[in-house]
Each structure stands twice: as structure tokens, then as C-alpha cells.
């Protein structure tokens, strides 16, 4: 069986005494559903390389591994796609998605996904790893997106979403001008029940925080920048159309978009940060904006 590089801690001085289940469960966050399927495996867990019981006590200076079988995304095709990487490590794939591609595959859309194009990357370096994006991005809608390398790092980045810790950052073109310069949306979202692929405001709906900045203002749109507070579908481009200021070439929520060279809607993932599983620092990840957003911001100002 081939393993992951192990995810690696070194014991404090002030953990020095703790059950090591204590050290993981605490220190490494480790959900109890994932620690039942580490300790199923060969290696397991280990103290300074020894294979341990989860409920011996350790010493300062310990260091503690957490051994992860090799998976395979079996059921992807790899087809060479061309990938734009930001950043790539034993436990993380960060992404500059392009506009015009679904990240998975999906029970019509098989193949030409990001997926479909991870996949054969991660082949071409001889490497094994189930493809795990840590969270989505709409076919049109470009920037930087996140791939996990193993059931550790997925685990732990979306526990940092679910306490608000990973800053998502994105940039639009919106049709006329915002109410305000700076504000924030709190409009619940949810399924339109007449057209269920839509999403709609509705006070029946799941929470949906988005903030806003105006960053110029042009004669018919502006382009704006946003942060969520929380992830649900379609939400900055539900939230914007609410506010009377729908995303330039957005055809699901836009209302004509005359004039506008954009033939998708204007919206780019600028910016990713949150804690990195392995190393704990604080990490951030930037993508400038694309050609085509960039010519549509200098057709506005014309």
C-alpha cells in the first residue's frame, strides 16, 4: 500500500503528558470519522516513527505522523488541458481557472472538465490523488480555485469555512451603480420553484451574506469588489441582480447587457486565503484579471 507525505506535528511543551488521541483531536482537528479510517490503515499514526495506540501519552518534542493511503480518481478520464497552477505542494493544487470549463464532472459532462485536466497533470508526475476540489466555481466564472490532495486537507480547509477563517475575495463588472459605495447584502437565497436551476431572495431562504466595495464607476457599470460570508450558489450574482445591478453578461440573471463585449458573466475569483493544513501559516492566493474582463473594463471607459 502507498502512503501520502505524512502530515507532521511536533509536540509543545506545554502538550507535554497528553493523550495523543487528545494532541489529534485538539492540536490537528482531525475528525473522529477520519481518525477511525487512519487507524484501519498499516502505518497509522506514529510517534517519532513508531506505529502507537491513539491512547498513549506523549513528550515534548514527539513528532507525531499521520499516515494516508494513496487514493485515485478512478472514474476521471485525464485529458491533457492546459492548467494554469498557481501553486502546488504535496497537499494542495491551486488553480487560476479559466472562464468556459466545469470543474467536475457530472453525470452528462464527462470529459473537457478542470477534473478531466488535473487528472492527466497529476499523471504526468507519476502521482496518485483523488481529485477534491475544496470548494466551486460557476463554468463561466474564472479565478483561483483549490484542490486538496488528501481527506486531511479537504477536512481541515472547509472547518475554516465554516468558521468564516478562509477569505474569499472576487471581482465583477456590474450593469448601472450600487446604492452605495460600500455595503453589505443579508438576503437569504434559494431555489426558484418555478425554475429550479435559478436561485432566488426569498426570506424562506438559507442565510447569504455578501460584501461589497465600488471600485470605479463608468457611465452604464461599475466594477466592484466582493467578499462572502457565506458560499451559497449563484450568490454574488443573485445578490447583485437583487440591488438592481446584475453581472455584466450574465445570461441566467442579467437583464439584456446591451453593449457589452463580455460573452459570459463578469465575475473572477481575485483572491483565496486561509490556513494551510500542513504548515499552519496563514497563506494567500492571488489571480490578476483576465483579457477579457480587462477589455470590457476599457470598452466601458471609452
Known amino acids: ?20 488521541k487528545s494532541v489529534l483531536r485538539e492540536k490537528l482537528n482531525i475528525s473522529r470519522r477520519l481518525l477511525s479510517r487512519i487507524k484501519l490503515t498499516e502505518k497509522g499514526v506514529t510517534v517519532n516513527g513508531k506505529r502507537e495506540f491513539i491512547n498513549i501519552r506523549v513528550n515534548t518534542g514527539d513528532l507525531i505522523e499521520i499516515h494516508l493511503e494513496q487514493e485515485t480518481s478512478q472514474y476521471i478520464e485525464p ?36 477534473a478531466n485536466g488535473v487528472v492527466y497533470h497529476w499523471m504526468q508526475k507519476n502521482e496518485n490523488y483523488r481529485f477534491r476540489p475544496i470548494h466551486r466555481l460557476d463554468e463561466e466564472t474564472s479565478g ?7 481527506p486531511y486537507v479537504h477536512q481541515q480547509i472547509s472547518e475554516q469555512m465554516i468558521h468564516n477563517q ?30 429550479p436551476h435559478l436561485r432566488i431572495v426569498t426570506d424562506h431562504g438559507y442565510p447569504a451574506v455578501t460584501y461589497y466595495k465600488v471600485e470605479e464607476e463608468y457611465e452604464s457599470a461599475s466594477m466592484v469588489r466582493l467578499w462572502l460570508e457565506t458560499g451559497r450558489t449563484h450568490q454574488i450574482r443573485v445578490h447583485m441582480k437583487h440591488l438592481g445591478c446584475p453581472l455584466v453578461g450574465d445570461k441566467m440573471y ?8 463580455m460573452d459570459r458573466q463578469a465575475l473572477h475569483a481575485a483572491k483565496l486565503a486561509f490556513y494551510h493544513p500542513n504548515t499552519r501559516k496563514y497563506v494567500e492566493f492571488t489571480a490578476s484579471l483576465p483579457k477579457d474582463m480587462k477589455s470590457e473594463i476599457e470598452h466601458l471607459k471609452l
Not at 491551486?94 to 478542470?114: E, R, Y
Open 1 to 20: 500500500m502507498n502512503y501520502y507525505k505524512p502530515i507532521a506535528y511536533i509536540v509543545q511543551p506545554d502538550e507535554h503528558g497528553w493523550i495523543l
Open 79 to 114: 485529458q491533457n488541458i492546459p492548467l494554469n497552477i498557481i501553486y502546488e505542494d504535496d497537499f494542495l493544487l491551486i488553480l487560476n481557472k479559466q472562464a468556459g470549463i466545469i470543474v467536475h464532472p457530472t453525470h452528462g459532462h464527462k470529459a473537457n472538465t478542470l
Open 144 to 150: 483561483v480555485l483549490a484542490i486538496a490532495k488528501n
Open 166 to 195: 478562509v477569505k474569499k475575495e472576487y471581482v465583477a463588472i456590474v450593469s448601472g451603480h450600487l446604492p452605495d459605495l460600500k455595503g453589505t447584502v443579508n438576503a437569504p437565497i434559494d431555489r426558484d420553484s418555478e425554475q
Open 254 to 261: 442579467g437583464e439584456g447587457n446591451e453593449g457589452s463585449k
